[in-house]
Nanobody
């Protein structure tokens, strides 16, 4: 069993920054691929960023060069650093995890077995 707990959400003004954290516990060996998703009211869930192992990353075009996904190797926590936030980044953010045998399967459109409860990010002036 794997548990994911997100934290770090909040309210910021446009241009501001936030860093979300995804604490992973349980059978962490089954979570070599972790991704961040977001869902705004009335919109479909969108994959934002994914990381395979500690270094192979993928990003949605809408956040590329503004968001950075990373892993703390000491405890397995994954982070999503978000810079230059825009109102359209407002959403509930979720982290999700799965195990894939190869890095090219760790995609934003892949199936993820484990999900956290989400953390709200609001960007407004």
């Amino acid at each position: 069993l794997v548990q994911l707990v997100e934290s770090g959400g909040g309210s910021v003004q446009p241009g501001g920054s936030l860093t979300l954290a995804c604490a992973v516990s349980g059978n962490i060996l089954s979570t070599n691929c972790v991704a961040w998703f977001r869902q705004a009211p009335g919109k479909e869930r969108e994959g934002v960023a994914a990381i395979y192992g500690g270094s192979i990353t993928r990003y949605a075009d809408s956040v590329r060069l503004r968001f950075t996904i990373s892993r703390d190797n000491s405890n397995g926590t994954r982070y999503l650093e978000m810079l230059n936030l825009k109102p359209e980044d407002t959403a509930m953010y979720y982290c999700a995890a799965n195990w894939f045998p190869e890095s090219h399967k760790c995609l934003l459109g892949a199936e993820y077995q484990y999900w956290g409860q989400g953390t709200q990010v609001t960007v407004s002036s």
